[in-house]
T-cell receptor, first 114, second 111 residues
């Protein structure tokens, strides 16, 4: 079985500052990795995913994440955040060939301040 | 129209009542899922279905049941609701490329 740990429940940051949201996972098999964003009163939207290949993955809204197999991490980064990035962010994993059943982390609330 | 539609959006029910949450999708996907979201716990898988005749328990299926009425419809039932089932519930589908589509959620409160 796999698990996901998001190390920060809340991350306050000023507008235009860089941000990193941390995610670590554990699994006994190869996994796919995902980041989702949830805006207030909305469902989840896929930001980016890592399936294979380049370990640096670029997603929507200027976000990117880097898969580090040795550290079992998949941290999400953005060089300059906007007020509109205020949302909850979820890291998730699924086992390869397991029908895309996702295991989610507890979420990180990103709060961008003016 | 939304790819994945959940009804109702909000529901308050009493302890012991039976309640059904409905989900329909227009993507034509075989795979459908029900998750619940609790603060600090992220989303946890309740049930999943890979086709109409294939239904499986997820991580937290106790107290829940599901019905896959058709490829497009996947309902979640609480046979006898209890307060700790108060949560935000999400339905999702995924395609053969493992792309997920989530509904907007149903906020359920059990009093």
């Amino acid at each position: 079985a796999q698990s996901v740990t998001q190390l920060d429940s809340q991350v306050p940051v000023f507008e235009e500052a860089p941000v990193e949201l941390r995610c670590n996972y554990s699994s006994s098999v190869s996994v796919y990795l995902f980041w989702y964003v949830q805006y207030p009163n909305q469902g989840l939207q896929l930001l980016l995913k890592y399936l294979s290949g380049s370990t640096l993955v670029k997603g929507i809204n200027g976000f990117e994440a880097e898969f580090n197999k040795s550290q079992t991490s998949f941290h999400l980064r953005k060089p300059s955040v906007h007020i509109s990035d205020t949302a909850e962010y979820f890291c998730a994993v699924s086992e390869r060939n397991a029908g895309n059943m996702l295991t989610f982390g507890g979420g990180t609330r990103l709060m961008v301040k003016p | 129209d939304a790819d994945v539609t959940q009804t109702p959006r909000n529901r308050i029910t009493k302890t012991g009542k039976r309640i059904m949450l409905e989900c329909s999708q227009t993507k034509g996907h075989d795979r459908m899922y029900w998750y619940r979201q609790d603060p600090g716990l992220g989303l946890r898988l309740i049930y999943y279905s890979f086709d109409v005749k294939d239904i499986n328990k997820g991580e937290i299926s106790d107290g829940y049941s599901v019905s896959r009425q058709a490829q497009a419809k996947f309902s979640l039932s609480l046979e006898s609701a209890i307060p700790n089932q108060t949560a935000l519930y999400f339905c999702a589908t995924s395609d053969s490329m493992d792309r997920d589509y989530f509904g907007s959620g149903t906020r359920l409160t059990v009093v």
